[in-house]
């Protein structure tokens, strides 16, 4: 039978490693663990360009088209809207466990400087908002331009 060395520092990796995932978990909550202690009701809103178009859609289930509104102030988006509190019943004896939130809402984004809030168009359809912020992801493109280094010599010849 082999002898094994034994090593007290064996196994300690792991520790630190599951140890950092519970303070991470308890310091950095999900959004929907923050959604749930908070009651606050963040709809999840994805960005993303169409060709030229930038595109910003919002899912609002349960939400009343009539409960939405969308303006735009110095390049700023803003969604703003509530989901109204439904009476619900159940039988005598049972329960009811509700994950859905309901109250107001505000989501903001800036929008490249230039863009015609005029052409902005939006539609509502299956509780997805789907807000078109037209040329604004070509707007958004990165823009490079060269500057060429004067050496100081050049300045001296110059009579500088």
């Known amino acids: ?3 094994q060395r034994w090593d007290p520092f064996v196994g300690l990796g792991a520790l630190e490693r599951d140890i950092d ?4 978990r308890t310091l950095a909550p999900s959004a929907k663990d923050r959604r749930l202690e908070t009651g606050i ?8 360009t169409r ?11 349960g939400v009343m088209e009539k409960d939405i509104d969308i303006t735009v102030t110095d390049d700023v988006l803003t969604i703003t809207g509530k989901r109204e509190e439904q009476s619900e019943t159940t039988d005598q004896g049972g329960y009811l466990v509700r994950e859905s939130f309901r109250g ?5 984004m800036s929008l490249p400087a230039g863009v015609d ?7 509502y359809e299956d509780g997805v908002l789907e807000v078109v912020v037209p040329k604004a992801a070509a707007m958004h493109e990165r823009r490079t331009r060269h500057i060429e280094l004067q ?3 050049r300045k001296a010849m110059e009579g500088h």
């Open 1 to 3: 039978m082999a002898m």
């Open 21 to 24: 995932r519970l303070w991470s």
């Open 51 to 61: 060709g030229e178009d930038m595109v910003v859609r919002v899912e609002l289930p």
């Open 117 to 123: 809030a005029e052409a902005i168009v939006a539609k």
């Open 41 to 48: 009701f963040a709809p999840t809103t994805d960005v993303l």
């Open 151 to 153: 050496s100081g010599e």
């Open 104 to 108: 107001s809402f505000e989501r903001s």
